[in-house]
């Protein structure tokens, strides 16, 4: 009995061992729209250097939210559709983005059932180089953001958008987007704040992309 017991652990420690293989998170990226030195962007909260983290994920993840339903705070986007934000289209020029109104904003992506979320990858607007302010991202397990919210990025120093102070640093927009670990949070819904940017007080979303399982 206990050589029996034995040897059914070692197979489910086995099975874990499998199931945990990692592979480094490779994001396929658009190709850069603009050239040259960014214009000079102050801020008291800025990156100096862009940090692109190294993530490790499951094998077998994916991109979760892709085609999934978009849904925002502005019911009516001033340029582009709320679909385009979950569409696989990153490349940034006209007709692959949304713009909502100024102020604090949110778009919120349902992916249909609750998931393991691993990063979060994020393009605003890369035809121009420019920062985002209030960037934050929080994830729930209902769509009004009670249950079991959770913070996995914010750069909203000043509390200005009302969600708690920030740690994270405001960056500026290029094609590599922005990548963020997520640690394997679980839940159903991701919502993304932001509050205009230093280019414009207007909101915007290329896509968003969800690596999960």
Do not use: C
């Not at 949110?106 to 994020?122: E, F, M, N, R």
């Not at 890369?126 to 729930?140: L, S």
């Amino acid at each position: 009995m206990k050589i029996a017991s034995l040897a059914a652990l070692a197979a489910v420690v086995a099975g874990a061992a499998v199931a945990e293989e990692m592979v480094k998170l490779e994001l396929e990226l658009p190709k850069p729209l603009f050239a040259g030195t960014p214009k000079s962007i102050k801020s008291p909260n800025l990156e100096r250097k862009a940090v692109v983290p190294e993530i490790m994920v499951p094998v077998g993840t994916e991109n979760i939210a892709a085609g999934k339903e978009v849904t925002s705070s502005d019911d009516f986007p001033v340029i582009g559709e709320l679909e385009f934000i979950t569409d696989g289209d990153k490349d940034g020029a006209d007709g692959s983005y949304v713009e909502l109104g100024p102020m604090v904003q949110w778009v919120q992506i349902d992916l249909g059932a609750p998931k393991t979320i691993y990063a979060v990858a994020l393009w605003h607007y890369h035809a121009q180089g420019r920062a985002y302010r209030d960037v934050v991202i929080q994830v729930a397990d209902d769509a009004d953001f009670i249950e079991n919210v959770q913070t996995v990025f914010n750069n909203d120093h000043d509390n200005s958008a009302g969600l708690g102070i920030g740690k994270d640093k405001e960056y500026i927009e290029t094609n590599k987007g922005k990548l963020v670990d997520a640690k394997g949070v679980k839940a159903r819904f991701i919502r993304l704040y932001s509050t205009g940017s230093t280019g414009s007080d207007m909101n915007h979303y290329i896509e968003v992309e969800v690596y999960g399982k």
